[in-house]
């Protein structure tokens, strides 16, 4: 049974360019969430999707980020514009339900903007 | 809100010595409580958990008490190895946000020397 995939596992962009980070969920999860690390920090929720719909994006910066989770393939976590300060690790995890289910994270994806 | 504290490191340990890493939340509901690890390099995985008071989460000879009265969950292992090096995160889940948000303290290195 494959775990959350995240592709690609780095990334590196210049200042003004688009990121795009994809993410599979474990078979059977339709419930996803995005977090960001932050060099030497602990991980920051920043979004959180079922199929099609976006639950909660409270930790989302107001500009240039977005996330879809479609109802066919991955989701995506798309920054506009990016600049040195979106450098971090980024990672996608999965359930399988809301509530107390359990989080399955990604590998993560560096992204370095230089 | 809620938050998550937890002991600063790095814990810098000889291999077969006893591990305790402080864990202390606040949350305004009845949270759940996790342990992850982060190898170099890698994604968190889920090490244990536990989801109410006097829980004891254990795994990989790993073991955390939910304490209500203490607001705890410090992680204890009783003789480290070398492959234990990682960073370790403390983390918590609360119904007031459906359990859909983790909240991850800043982590704590541990280095296990031979």
């Known amino acids: 049974n494959a775990g959350v995939m995240q592709n690609p596992r780095h990334l590196v962009r210049r200042r003004g360019q688009e990121a795009r980070l994809r993410c599979s969920p474990m078979?059977?999860?339709?419930?996803v969430y995005w977090y960001r690390q932050l060099p030497e920090e602990g991980l920051k929720f920043m979004v959180y999707?079922?199929?099609?719909?976006?639950?909660?994006e409270s930790g989302m910066p107001k500009e240039r980020f977005s996330a879809e989770f479609p109802k066919e393939g991955p989701s995506i976590l798309r920054i506009q514009q990016v600049v040195r300060g979106d450098s971090a690790a980024y990672f996608c995890?999965?359930?399988?339900?809301?509530?107390?289910?359990?989080?399955?994270f990604g590998p993560g994806t560096r992204l370095l903007v230089l | 809100g809620n938050s998550v504290t937890q002991m600063e490191g790095p814990v810098t340990l000889s291999e077969e010595a006893f591990l305790t890493i402080n864990c202390t939340y606040t949350?305004?509901?009845?949270?759940?409580l996790f342990w992850y690890v982060q190898y170099p390099g890698e994604g968190l995985q889920l090490l244990l958990k536990?989801?109410?008071?006097?829980d004891k989460g254990s795994n990989k000879g790993f073991e955390a008490t939910y304490r209500k009265e203490t607001t705890s969950f410090h992680l204890e292992k009783g003789s480290v190895q070398v492959s234990d090096s990682a960073v370790y995160f403390c983390?918590?889940?609360?119904?007031?946000?459906?359990?859909?948000?983790?909240?991850f303290g800043t982590g704590t290195r541990l280095l296990v020397s031979p």
């Open positions: 995890a999965s359930s399988q339900g809301q509530g107390q289910e359990t989080q399955y």
């Open positions: 078979k059977g999860h339709s419930h």
């Open positions: 999707l079922q199929k099609e719909n976006i639950i909660d």
């Open positions: 949350a305004t509901g009845y949270p759940s």
């Open positions: 536990a989801t109410k008071a006097d």
């Open positions: 983390a918590l889940s609360d119904r007031d946000t459906g359990f859909q948000k983790l909240v």
